[in-house]
């Protein structure tokens, strides 16, 4: 699994922050950032929980990669 992110498009709610503080912080700005783009499987349903979660859909994983 790989997570993914677009930054650029985040509106800072930080919901991600909150279900998965090992794999996502925030900037200065409150947008995303990736802390771990490949995290273990014990994070499997925080991360699929942060991504449906996320108000603007910026966060994707990659199950193939």
């Known amino acids: 699994m790989k997570i993914n992110v677009?930054?650029?498009a985040?509106?800072?709610a930080?919901?991600?922050v909150l279900l998965a503080p090992e794999v996502f912080?925030?900037?200065d700005d409150d947008r995303v950032i990736l802390?771990?783009?490949r995290p273990g499987?014990?994070?499997?349903f925080a991360v699929q929980e942060?991504?449906?979660m996320?108000?603007?859909?910026?966060?994707w994983v990659d199950q193939n990669a």
């Open 6 to 8: 677009d930054q650029d």
């Open 10 to 12: 985040c509106c800072g």
């Open 14 to 16: 930080g919901q991600c």
């Open 25 to 27: 912080g925030q900037d």
């Open 35 to 37: 802390l771990d783009e």
């Open 41 to 44: 499987p014990e994070l499997d």
């Open 50 to 52: 942060a991504v449906s």
């Open 54 to 59: 996320c108000p603007t859909g910026v966060i």
